[in-house]
């Protein structure tokens, strides 16, 4: 089944990018899916940062979308999450996970396979 | 997009019955997922659409949904359901509640 599994620097200096990559595993990225990041500060809860089709298509969340760049790679089947200008504020755990999305009289969305997820502190 | 409101903390005994709740208006076109997330733990799916689980997840746990108002219940709760759950529309996550099995 597929398994993801985020990777990158656990220490980023405040007003650096962060930069973290989801390789995709036992199944194709370009498969009829979106793909997404989602992070969780210390203590909080759940939040969504954005999502890609393998045709590259985005969305972002509104208070992220000035500084947050998502891009996918179909070569080494993975996906990318860039974060710039970053403070301690996104200081978080970031997970990447699989979207299925698919409507009938209702919308369908919900994730079902996601990374173990990545700590990434920023201080300097 | 709108904010997906849920209570922060719930209490069930052992074996018992609970119901956790999260509005928003978005839910009046979306159904709402569900995850739990047990502490330093990805979440886990464990119910999408009108009421369905994932493979593998105990059938004590259902959904339900009205208005702009879903619901996660959970019947006969086990000592392992203690976690948090929260509630997705699209590009929203809940408030997240805490269950402490009693």
């Known amino acids: 089944q597929v398994q993801l599994q985020e990777s990158g620097p656990g220490l980023v200096k405040p007003s650096g990018t962060l930069s973290l990559t989801c390789a995709v595993s036992?199944?194709?990225?370009?498969?009829?899916?979106?793909w997404s990041w989602v992070r969780q500060p210390p203590g909080k809860g759940l939040e969504w940062i954005g999502e890609?089709?393998?045709?590259?298509?985005?969305n972002y969340n509104p208070s992220l979308k000035s500084r947050v760049t998502i891009s996918v790679d179909k070569s080494k089947n993975q996906f990318s999450l860039k974060l710039s200008s970053v403070t301690a504020a996104d200081t978080a755990v970031y997970y990447c996970?699989?979207?299925?999305?698919?409507?009938?009289?209702?919308?369908?969305?919900?994730?079902?396979?996601w990374g173990k997820g990545t700590t990434v502190t920023v201080s300097s | 997009s709108s904010e997906l409101t849920q209570d922060p903390a719930v209490s069930v005994a052992l074996g018992q019955t609970v119901r956790i709740t999260c509005q928003g208006d978005s839910l009046r076109s979306y159904y709402a997922s569900w995850y739990q997330q047990k502490p330093g733990q990805a979440p886990v799916l464990v119910i999408y659409g009108k009421n369905n689980r994932p493979s593998g997840i105990p059938d004590r746990f259902s959904g339900s949904s009205s208005g702009n108002t879903a619901s996660l219940t959970i019947t006969g709760a086990q000592a392992e359901d203690e976690a948090d759950y929260y509630c997705?529309?699209?590009?929203?996550f809940g408030t997240g509640t805490k269950v402490t099995v009693l």
């Open positions: 996970a699989r979207i299925i999305e698919y409507s009938s009289s209702y919308y369908y969305y919900y994730m079902d396979v």
């Open positions: 890609i089709y393998h045709s590259g298509s985005t």
């Open positions: 997705n529309s699209r590009e929203t």
């Open positions: 036992g199944g194709s990225i370009s498969s009829s899916n979106w």
